[in-house]
């Protein structure tokens, strides 16, 4: 079973930025990251394929939200730069360790997620 440990999560003004990091215990095939603001329905914010590195990410963070990895550390990075109050939500590391054919921000072709780590952006 695979086990996600996220961290990185803080408050921030707006146009600050922050890293939430994810490590997980094994092999994953995909990994994303997920936020849930309140009062919405949680959306898929990045999403990286282990093999290969492509990323995907929403249109809300594009040219802001940068979704790394460390192969060797089993380790996924979120760079979050120029940050807005809209981005204030918990965000969840996701990973699959399966192959899924559907889309990368499709919450059940995941099937381990983390706990969550809270970020804040005041104006």
């Known amino acids: 079973q695979v086990q996600l440990v996220e961290s990185g999560g803080g408050s921030v003004q707006a146009g600050g930025s922050l890293r939430l990091s994810c490590a997980a215990s094994g092999y994953t095939y995909r990994m994303g990251w997920f936020r849930q603001a309140p009062g919405k329905e949680r959306e898929g914010a990045a999403g990286i394929y282990s093999d290969g590195g492509a990323t995907y990410y929403a249109d809300s963070v594009k040219g802001r939200f940068t979704l790394s990895q460390d192969n060797a550390k089993n380790t996924v990075y979120l760079q979050m730069n120029n940050l807005k109050p809209e981005d204030t939500a918990i965000y969840y590391c996701?990973?699959?360790?399966?192959?899924?054919?559907?889309?990368?921000?499709?919450?059940?072709?995941?099937?381990?997620w983390g706990q969550g780590t809270q970020v804040t952006v005041s104006s």
């Open positions: 996701a990973a699959a360790t399966f192959p899924f054919g559907g889309r990368w921000y499709a919450e059940g072709g995941y099937d381990y």
